[in-house]
């Protein structure tokens, strides 16, 4: 019982600073919003290579910029997040864009949709903020058809070039509300590629393939230099893998 009050205190607190980053989170890439999202449809024409109706999930979808360039090509898209400021900003983005997406307030480590009714799950900079990355995992099996995709983007977020730990945020508040929590999260440190092809391996999904963002990574550079050197030691990177269908 006391680890379960000790974790929601922990949650409360990383819904705290998402709530409070919403109102600037990924602004400095808001001019340029047109250009991210063809970034992101380029990349999901390679990766969904169908032309018929998928349905998505984004979870952690924060500002909803890639569930609203998925939407844009004619898929049917759900965004959850546990910040209600974070869909606020989606449910506006979307409606600047002119496209439906679904937005549903609802815990990455308790997804709030129903089992198996989804061709594609996805997230973005949203596995190292979990405390439960197992339970993140398994709710996308959950989520998912068999043969379902799953797409998880990460980077390496807390570390120096050499390997040594960064000392200190760009964001006050961060430090501030995740002195506690930081030390908690299994994958704020060493989110490679390779630990998380393994770990998503070991919750029965086929790992398809995993590279790095390198277009998506020029874009930002181009667009915030400053921000970008300040934030990337490599570029983020993808990873791909099927739900294994079940042989009965």
């Not at 609203?68 to 400021?85: F, K, R």
């Not at 995993?210 to 915030?224: G, H, P, V």
């Not at 993808?238 to 079940?246: C, E, P, Q, S």
Request: contains cysteine; charged residues 30%; negative net charge.
């Amino acid at each position: 019982m006391k680890d379960k009050v000790v974790g929601q205190k922990m949650k409360d607190k990383i819904v705290e600073y998402w709530n409070f980053r919403s109102s600037d989170y990924h602004t400095e890439y808001a001019h340029c919003m047109d250009e991210e999202m063809d970034v992101w449809k380029s990349i999901f024409s390679e990766i969904l290579l169908t032309d018929k109706k998928v349905r998505a999930v984004e979870v952690g979808t924060g500002p909803g910029i890639l569930a609203i360039s998925l939407a844009t090509m004619g898929h049917d898209v759900t965004g959850v997040d546990l910040s209600e400021n974070m869909l606020e900003k989606a449910a506006a983005n979307a409606r600047e864009k002119g496209v439906n997406i679904r937005l549903v307030q609802g815990d990455a480590e308790k997804i709030p949709l129903q089992d198996g009714e989804y061709d594609f799950v996805f997230s973005k900079y949203l596995l190292w903020t979990l405390l439960q990355p197992d339970k993140f995992l398994d709710e996308h099996s959950r989520l998912l058809k068999d043969g379902g995709l799953m797409m998880i983007i990460d980077g390496m977020w807390f570390q120096n070039p050499d390997g040594t730990e960064k000392i200190g945020s760009r964001f006050a508040r961060f430090e501030e509300l995740y002195a506690d929590v930081k030390p908690n999260l299994p994958l704020a440190k060493n989110n490679t590629p390779e630990r998380i092809t393994n770990l998503v391996q070991s919750h029965g999904f086929e790992v398809v393939s995993w590279r790095f963002l390198d277009d998506y990574d020029a874009f930002l550079e181009r667009n915030d230099p400053s921000v970008h050197a300040a934030a990337y030691i490599q570029p983020p990177h993808m990873i791909l893998a099927k739900k294994k269908v079940r042989s009965d």
